[in-house]
Every structure is written in structure tokens, then in C-alpha cells.
């Protein structure tokens, strides 16, 4: 039996992907945005408390969370009581911070990772932890998805419709550092400064959709109807794979959603601004809004 827990969006689809192609006897700790992600795609499941779950398992599978202490505290927990313990790690950034609370590091018996950029991010982090490459579960169903969804609204190849991928960046720097701009920037730095220099792209700006992370709420960037006048929208119920295929330009700064982007074969930019540390995203391919301002005009693949 194997005990799966997870809280923050990023490791649920890896996890609940996991799950969902490999048989087993699971139980679950399930919290945050994690139980809409796991219901979603297993229906309905049983959750229970973390004594609970350790109690009736043998080992334990967990993802990594910056909104929550969950996953650190189950490797304690495994830790204590003998029974191996696994992390899947879902991003290619801030690897040594997943672990460490209040200064403390707490490091699982095996880390999983899902591609060759994490592998050897990894290993050159976590020297004495075993890393081992798993294929990413969830970019499996995300090229599955993606084949079956067809680009739709795109007619007009000479015009842009930009999707926008929020991150709730400021508020994670709160948690872990107890300043907001600990990177330099926040999310309505970065969204205002793409706004500002759109002009940039030397297109026309037929749709821009800016989609909210799961943390956040649509009402937290009203703020940029009254600043700009330009053709915003916000993200409705559509999935992230369907609003992906209705766009061909994807803005973020660094999300996983801008990776899955680039597997949709679309372009994708980074618009961390000046002052703002670089985009850690280790995938040929993102453009960088800073370069483009310095290499103007902007030229398309």
C-alpha cells in the first residue's frame, strides 16, 4: 500500500496522472487544490488524515508545495516510523527551497524527476539523495490531450491571440522569505510590464486571455481593464489544453503551463521585467521579453 499525498496544484496532475497509469493500492492525503485536481481525474476518493494514511501504508508518494507543509511533514513522519519516502518533483525551479522549512532541510529517501532538465538540475542540488528519471506522467496525458483538441479561433494567422499564465509569485516569496519581492518582482510587475511593451511583438493584438493560477482569483487582476485599453479577457471555465489550442502566444514567467505550451507548438515568451531574477526554465524555445525589447523588431519561427 502506498500512501499519496499531495496539496499544491503542480504535483497533483503528476501525481494523479501517476495513479491514474499505474495500478496499485493507494490511499490518499489529499488538501488544497490538489482534491479538485485528483476527483477530476479518479472521481470520487476517500480521503484520509495523514496518521491514517502512514498507519495502513508501507511507503509513502508525495509531490512538493510552497502554500503548504504537508508533504515535509509526512517525511517526517515516514522518516520516523521506518517507511520509504518519494517525492516527484513537478517544476524545474527553487529545488533546494521544497525542502527546507525554518531553515531546516528535510529531505525524502528517493527523489523522483520527470525529464532530462530536471535530472540534471537535481543531481547537481541533492548530491546525496538518489534521483531517479520517471517519465513525466502528466505530459503524457497533456500530449494525449492535445492531440485530440483542435486549434480553433486561429483564422487570422497575421494576428495574435495571447494567452496569459498568472503566478501567484509575490505571495510565494511571502511564505518562504518573508518578502514579496524577494525575486525582485510580482506578478502585476511582470503582467504590467508585457502590457506596456506589447507593442513589441509587431502584431496585431486580435485576444488576450490572462488565466489566473489556481491559488488566485479572476478579481485579482481587474486591475489592468482600467489601465490598458486592450482586448482582455479572462480565463472562464475552459481547460488549460483548451484555452493552449485557442491561442498561438502564450505569456508567462515561469510556469509549467508556458512547457506545456511549447508541446502544443506554440510560441511562448517570458516576461520577467528588469530587476526581476531570469526565467529558470531550462527549455529551448522561451523567448524572453527582455531580449526582444533589445532586438527589435520581433521576429516569428
Not at 40 to 57: F, H, I, V, Y
Not at 268 to 295: N, R, T
Request: aromatic share 10%; glycine share 8%; proline share 4%.
Amino acid at each position: 500500500m502506498i500512501a499519496i499525498i499531495s496539496h499544491d496544484a503542480g504535483g497533483a496532475e503528476i501525481l494523479s496522472s501517476y495513479v491514474q497509469q499505474n495500478g496499485g493500492d493507494y490511499v490518499y492525503v489529499l488538501d488544497g487544490p490538489a482534491q479538485k485536481i485528483f476527483r477530476r481525474k479518479l472521481g470520487g476518493l476517500t480521503d484520509l488524515s495523514l496518521d491514517d494514511a502512514l498507519t495502513r501504508s508501507a511507503s509513502i508518494l508525495c509531490g512538493t508545495s510552497w502554500q503548504s507543509d504537508l508533504e515535509i511533514e509526512a517525511i517526517k513522519q515516514a522518516r520516523r516510523l521506518g517507511k520509504h519516502s518519494i517525492a516527484f518533483l513537478d517544476h524545474w525551479v527553487n529545488y533546494s527551497e521544497r525542502f527546507t522549512r525554518f531553515g531546516e532541510t528535510c529531505l525524502p529517501d528517493e527523489i523522483w524527476v520527470g525529464d532530462d532538465y530536471a535530472l540534471s538540475l537535481a543531481s547537481n542540488v541533492f548530491k546525496g539523495t538518489p534521483i531517479v528519471k520517471v517519465d513525466n506522467p502528466y505530459f503524457q496525458d497533456v500530449k494525449l490531450e492535445l492531440s485530440e483538441i483542435k486549434n480553433r479561433s486561429l483564422n487570422e494567422t497575421d494576428a495574435l491571440f495571447i494567452l496569459y499564465i498568472c503566478e501567484p509569485i509575490g505571495e510565494h516569496a511571502l511564505l518562504r522569505y518573508g518578502d514579496r519581492r524577494y525575486w525582485g518582482y510580482v506578478e502585476d510587475d511582470a503582467l504590467r510590464y508585457f502590457l506596456n511593451n506589447i507593442a513589441a511583438l509587431g502584431k496585431p493584438i486580435k485576444r488576450i486571455v490572462i488565466r489566473p493560477h489556481p491559488s488566485e482569483t479572476r478579481e485579482k487582476y481587474q486591475w489592468v481593464c482600467s489601465e490598458f485599453s486592450l482586448p482582455i479577457e479572462f480565463s472562464d471555465a475552459s481547460t488549460l489544453f483548451e484555452e493552449i489550442a485557442d491561442s498561438n502566444f502564450i505569456v508567462g514567467c515561469e510556469s509549467m503551463a508556458m512547457v506545456v505550451g511549447l508541446m502544443a507548438g506554440k510560441t511562448v515568451m517570458s516576461c520577467i521585467p528588469q530587476g526581476g531574477k531570469p526565467c529558470a526554465l531550462p527549455h529551448d524555445g522561451i523567448m524572453k521579453l527582455q531580449d526582444v525589447l533589445e532586438l527589435k523588431p520581433m521576429v516569428f519561427a
